[in-house]
């Protein structure tokens, strides 16, 4: 995984969110799809996960009412 976040950055995360526990996490999947296409830089074929934005939009809107 590569992430734009500092040490210190991921450090404060942590820290922000070590009480959290399994009963105060909401799952929520995001829809979409499973695709895959030829990436002519590396010459291969890659997988990539295509958005649903309307399904987005509903989790997100339903998610708000948590």
């Given at each position: 995984m590569d992430t734009n976040?500092s040490d210190?950055q991921i450090?404060?995360l942590a ?5 959290v ?15 895959t296409?030829?990436?002519?830089l ?11 934005i ?7 809107l ?5």
């Amino acid at each position: 995984m590569d992430t734009n976040l500092s040490d210190a950055q991921i450090l404060a995360l942590a820290t922000d969110f070590k009480a959290v526990t399994q009963d105060n996490v909401e799952y929520f999947q995001l829809p979409g799809l499973d695709i895959t296409a030829h990436d002519p830089l590396v010459g291969a074929d890659v997988d990539y996960y295509e958005p649903e934005i309307a399904g987005i939009k509903r989790v997100v809107l339903n998610a708000v009412q948590y």
